[in-house]
């Protein structure tokens, strides 16, 4: 969320977007990656520079770089990143073989898959002034997850899943005291990572679903 600040003088906060243009200098042996297609190599006997196309305008917490000497990272934490041009994802939200995968497989690496790149319009392209509006840019995204997966393999029932694993899910957590509302003001910029959690998700989701069906699909896709 706050990391770009660690590597780069930058105002880290979602509001404030920029172009960047980047240059990296690696280990020959090492693969380097970003966002944008690569421009220039320049070579020297031990190292290489490698310069990327600028960016579009966007936040800093969706900036990424990847660079190493493997074609993948055992131990990533997250089930997936939505950077902006390149998503990265763990090895089970991403791989899975039809026929041999079970169905909740399945469904799963859809909606994930289909989570992700919803972020390209909510969270990367309309962005949050402030972590404080988090479950508008997570649940959004996790609601058009489950409508694409919809309309996209239909044969997956998939609303049924999001009664159980949103809906239910959001329901139980949101009786505990531990509960919060899924608006919650952040102070600083450390807080944000608190809120990334199911409530966010599940229950932001579960609202917009909500307030789709009282609204209805006319609205949703605009009135002459």
């Not at 240059?23 to 990656?33: E, G, L, M, P, V």
């Not at 919060?180 to 609202?207: L, M, R, T, V």
């Amino acid at each position: 969320t706050t990391n770009a600040r660690m590597a780069l003088p930058c105002f880290d906060e979602p509001e404030f977007k920029a172009v960047f243009t980047l240059s990296i200098i690696t280990r020959k042996n090492q693969t380097d990656i970003c966002k944008t297609e690569t421009w220039l190599n320049e070579n020297n006997d031990d190292f290489v520079m490698t310069s990327f196309e600028p960016t579009p305008p966007m936040s800093t917490y969706l900036l990424a770089i990847v660079v190493g000497e493997y074609d993948y990272i055992e131990d990533f934490s997250s089930t997936a990143m939505e950077n902006w041009g390149l998503v990265i994802f763990r090895e089970t939200a991403l791989l899975a073989t039809e026929g041999i995968s079970s169905t909740n497989i399945l469904n799963r690496v859809a909606v994930v898959v289909a989570h992700e790149i919803a972020h390209t319009w909510f969270g990367n392209l309309v962005t949050m002034d402030w972590w404080t509006y988090l479950w508008l840019n997570e649940g959004f995204a996790t609601w058009i997850s489950y409508l694409c997966v919809d309309n996209i393999f239909p044969e997956y029932d998939i609303w049924s899943q999001f009664q159980i694993n949103e809906i239910s899910v959001a329901m139980n957590l949101d009786s505990l005291q531990s509960s919060h509302p899924i608006e919650i003001e952040i102070g600083a910029p450390s807080e944000a990572d608190e809120i990334f959690d199911k409530i966010s998700y599940a229950k932001g989701s579960s609202i917009i679903s909500y307030l789709y069906e009282y609204i209805g699909d006319t609205v949703n896709h605009g009135i002459p």
